[in-house]
């Protein structure tokens, strides 16, 4: 008997995706929900650069550009990033920047930040502690990740034929960020995704975890 190979939603999926994820009303209200969240929770200034990572169209960097100095969005599906770069000069934006970047596969960028946000990106990468040491590796000391992504679940988000994380465990996520590097970790619920299900519409929880780099650590 021979299993089903595992599905995988790689770049060529969110490639496909990308000329209509901003038409998706779900998906912008979820980019303005974690917007305010992250204000709420962090000081924004324009003297802070930011890593966008898994930025998609930049549907949270965009609700934040005023608010922030330089912010890079980095991901690793041209096609998103096609998308975003065409709205950035449509809307003649001079602070958002992009880049086709796979942080556990390419070459880490020169610049170093003063905060880093990822919206439901956390679940899609294969390795959470070495993503969590690069983060903390590209911080400036005292800097402040933003991490939002599924609380633990069944599978049933994306079905369990797909090769992902199915969500996070709060408190084993707090533990290896600390490991990573960071502390001050704090979580709190941003929203729920609302999901149609065999047996009915289910809502998924969505954390926000901030944690700080510390500033007694060395880049």
């Not at 880490?108 to 956390?122: C, E, G, N, V």
């Not at 988000?157 to 992902?164: A, L, T």
């Amino acid at each position: 008997m021979t299993s089903t190979p595992a599905i995988r939603l790689d770049a060529a999926h969110f490639d496909a995706q990308a000329i209509k994820w901003d038409e998706n009303p779900a998906f912008r209200a979820r980019g303005e929900a974690l917007a305010q969240a992250i204000r709420q929770s962090v000081p924004l200034g324009q003297d802070m650069s930011a890593l966008d990572y898994g930025s998609g169209t930049g549907l949270l960097s965009f609700p934040l550009k005023d608010e922030l100095g330089s912010i890079l969005l980095a991901d690793s599906s041209g096609g998103m990033l096609e998308v975003a770069a065409r709205k950035i000069a449509e809307q003649g934006v001079r602070n958002l920047t992009t880049m086709k970047l796979d942080l556990l596969v390419d070459p880490l960028p020169a610049q170093r930040f003063d905060l880093i946000y990822t919206s439901m990106t956390l679940h899609h990468v294969p390795d959470t502690d070495q993503i969590l040491r690069i983060f903390q590796d590209l911080l400036n000391p005292g800097g402040t990740l933003c991490v939002a992504d599924l609380d633990q679940e069944d599978g049933s988000f994306h079905g369990p034929e797909v090769d992902v994380h199915h969500g996070f465990d709060r408190g084993d996520l707090g533990r290896r960020a600390v490991n990573a590097g960071f502390d001050d970790v704090r979580f709190q619920t941003v929203f729920s995704i609302a999901k149609e299900q065999e047996t009915g519409t289910r809502d998924y929880p969505v954390f926000l975890m901030t944690a700080r780099r510390a500033s007694g650590l060395s880049a």
